[in-house]
């Protein structure tokens, strides 16, 4: 049995844990999404308190601090599955709350999870063992299941809580269901940020979560409560939604931004001097998504269903945007080559999506420029007394248009 250093003893759990526990979690007072001052309701605190003690696991991180430990939050005995870049983001604001942290993962993150106070077991049969209140899944996506087939799951307490944060959530809604015993409680969950995105603290960011099965159980529900608090207290903005609905919309954002972020990656944008705020926004996105690893975009890719079309759709809409641009380029050139007229634009205000041939020969449609006052013939380049003047004033109106467009 492999485990973190100096833990062996406190997993020792009296041989009353089991029965200790369930009575003392019947105990717990439900507690839904409360603004943190109200829900300064009195609480049956620390449920596991016996159990804890027993195992000696006092979390110490950010104890006293203003938004740590207190009175008025139940801890929770959580397990972390898949100890990795996430797993361990969300460990760190775990342990700051005072929830007694366990860990278990491929690589040996021991050293890790001892610097946030947590338990690290390399062996998922002494995790299971240690009987924790949750199981959070933050294990790749591509790995999920093979983690979870890992799990002896009925070494777990009989009504285990079991949450995921996979970014995708049908898949794995459906596996934890066709995995885990019917008396286990289910949350499929995604919080929409990352070690990247929330430097600055969740205050405001996005946690979609489906409460997939919770038992009627008093005790259950105020477990699942419990959890949720941990985001609901953090400041988190609660989305409650469908996983099937969750992976609609999360082809459109999640993945479509993974996949231009990392498209632009191979572009090897770098700033300079200067860098417009529309270009600075590319180079955030580009170093936001390419931070996250592949499997993790390509877990996006593999398991919603929805990705297929979006990037079907991406790649019909870059195709667009260059039939447009050689369309009009071919206009450009046909008018040079068969009328010696310099078409050099365009379109009327306002006409954001032209008919793409209208100019081309045969057709009706005045020749591009000759809705302009001076334009009958005007030469291709500025040997007109005030072609520069134009020139200036056309720069100086995209200019303009750039500006704005930032700004919006
Ligand atoms: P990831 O690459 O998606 O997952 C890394 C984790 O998966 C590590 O714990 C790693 O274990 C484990 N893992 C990978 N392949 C494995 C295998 N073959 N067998 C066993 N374990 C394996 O990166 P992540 O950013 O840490 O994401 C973890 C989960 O959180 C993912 O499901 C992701 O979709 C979700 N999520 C991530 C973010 C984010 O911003 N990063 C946000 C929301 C949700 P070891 O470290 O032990 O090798």
Same mark, same amino acid.
């Given at each position: 049995?492999?485990?973190?250093?100096?833990?062996? @003893?406190?997993?020792?759990?009296?041989?009353?844990?089991?029965?200790?526990?369930?009575?003392?979690? =019947?105990?717990?007072?439900?507690?839904?999404?409360?603004?943190?001052? /109200?829900?300064?309701?009195?609480?049956?605190?620390?449920?596991?308190?016996?159990?804890?003690? !027993?195992?000696?696991?006092?979390?110490?991180?950010?104890?006293?601090?203003?938004?740590?430990?207190?009175?008025?939050?139940?801890?929770?005995?959580?397990?972390?599955?898949?100890?990795? *870049?996430?797993?361990?983001?969300?460990?760190?604001?775990?342990?700051?709350?005072?929830?007694?942290?366990?860990?278990?993962?491929?690589?040996?993150?021991? !050293?890790?999870?001892?610097?946030?106070?947590?338990?690290?077991?390399?062996?998922?049969?002494?995790?299971?063992?240690?009987? &924790? %209140?949750?199981?959070?899944?933050?294990?790749?996506?591509?790995?999920?299941?093979?983690?979870?087939?890992?799990?002896?799951?009925?070494?777990?307490?009989?009504?285990?809580?079991?949450?995921?944060?996979?970014?995708?959530?049908?898949?794995?809604?459906?596996?934890?269901?066709?995995?885990?015993?019917?008396?286990?409680?289910? $949350?499929?969950?995604?919080?929409?940020?990352?070690?990247?995105? !929330?430097?600055?603290?969740?205050?405001?960011?996005?946690?979609?979560?489906?409460?997939?099965?919770?038992?009627?159980?008093?005790?259950?529900?105020?477990? /699942? %409560?419990?959890?949720?608090? $941990?985001?609901?207290?953090?400041?988190?903005?609660?989305?409650?939604?469908?996983?099937?609905?969750?992976?609609?919309?999360?082809?459109?954002?999640?993945?479509?931004?993974?996949?231009?972020?990392?498209?632009?990656?191979?572009?090897?944008?770098? +700033?300079?001097? $200067?860098?417009?705020?529309?270009?600075?926004?590319?180079?955030?996105?580009? /170093?936001?998504? =390419?931070?996250?690893?592949?499997?993790?975009? *390509?877990?996006?890719?593999?398991?919603?269903?929805?990705?297929?079309?979006?990037?079907?759709?991406?790649? @019909?809409?870059?195709?667009?945007?260059?039939?447009?641009?050689?369309?009009?380029?071919?206009?450009?050139?046909?008018?040079?080559?068969?009328?010696?007229?310099?078409?050099?634009?365009?379109?009327?205000?306002?006409? @954001?999506? +032209?008919?793409?041939?209208?100019?081309?020969?045969?057709?009706?449609?005045? &020749?591009?420029?000759?809705?302009?006052?001076?334009?009958?013939?005007?030469?291709?380049?500025?040997?007109?007394?005030?072609?520069?003047?134009?020139?200036?004033?056309?720069?100086?109106?995209?200019?303009?248009?750039?500006?704005?467009?930032?700004?919006?």
């Amino acid at each position: 049995m492999a485990m973190s250093s100096s833990t062996s @003893s406190r997993l020792h759990l009296p041989s009353s844990w089991h029965a200790t526990t369930t009575k003392a979690t =019947c105990r717990w007072r439900r507690q839904r999404f409360l603004p943190v001052a /109200a829900a300064a309701a009195p609480l049956r605190l620390r449920a596991v308190h016996a159990t804890d003690a !027993a195992a000696g696991q006092p979390i110490d991180a950010g104890s006293g601090a203003a938004d740590g430990p207190d009175d008025q939050h139940p801890r929770l005995k959580i397990a972390i599955v898949g100890f990795g *870049n996430f797993g361990q983001f969300l460990a760190r604001t775990f342990a700051r709350q005072g929830h007694t942290l366990l860990a278990h993962s491929r690589t040996d993150h021991s !050293a890790a999870a001892a610097a946030l106070g947590a338990t690290f077991f390399a062996d998922p049969h002494d995790l299971c063992e240690s009987q &924790p %209140d949750v199981v959070l899944l933050a294990t790749s996506i591509l790995s999920a299941k093979a983690v979870l087939a890992t799990l002896p799951v009925h070494r777990f307490r009989r009504n285990t809580l079991f949450v995921d944060v996979l970014s995708v959530k049908e898949f794995p809604k459906n596996l934890l269901l066709a995995s885990l015993p019917d008396d286990f409680d289910i $949350i499929c969950t995604h919080p929409m940020f990352g070690p990247e995105s !929330a430097g600055g603290g969740w205050g405001g960011l996005k946690f979609v979560y489906d409460e997939v099965r919770v038992g009627d159980c008093p005790a259950r529900r105020a477990r /699942a %409560d419990a959890f949720l608090d $941990i985001f609901a207290r953090e400041g988190c903005t609660m989305v409650n939604m469908s996983c099937a609905r969750h992976d609609e919309l999360a082809a459109a954002t999640q993945f479509l931004t993974h996949t231009v972020g990392r498209m632009l990656a191979l572009l090897g944008l770098e +700033p300079t001097p $200067i860098d417009t705020m529309g270009y600075q926004a590319l180079l955030r996105l580009v /170093a936001n998504t =390419c931070s996250d690893s592949f499997d993790l975009y *390509n877990g996006l890719f593999m398991y919603n269903q929805n990705s297929t079309e979006l990037l079907n759709r991406l790649e @019909s809409a870059m195709d667009e945007i260059k039939r447009r641009l050689f369309d009009e380029l071919h206009q450009v050139l046909r008018k040079q080559l068969f009328e010696g007229s310099p078409p050099l634009n365009t379109d009327s205000p306002g006409s @954001s999506s +032209p008919p793409l041939n209208k100019n081309s020969p045969g057709s009706s449609s005045p &020749p591009l420029n000759t809705d302009r006052p001076d334009s009958s013939t005007p030469p291709l380049k500025g040997d007109s007394p005030d072609s520069s003047s134009a020139t200036e004033s056309s720069d100086h109106d995209q200019d303009g248009n750039n500006e704005k467009s930032e700004n919006n």
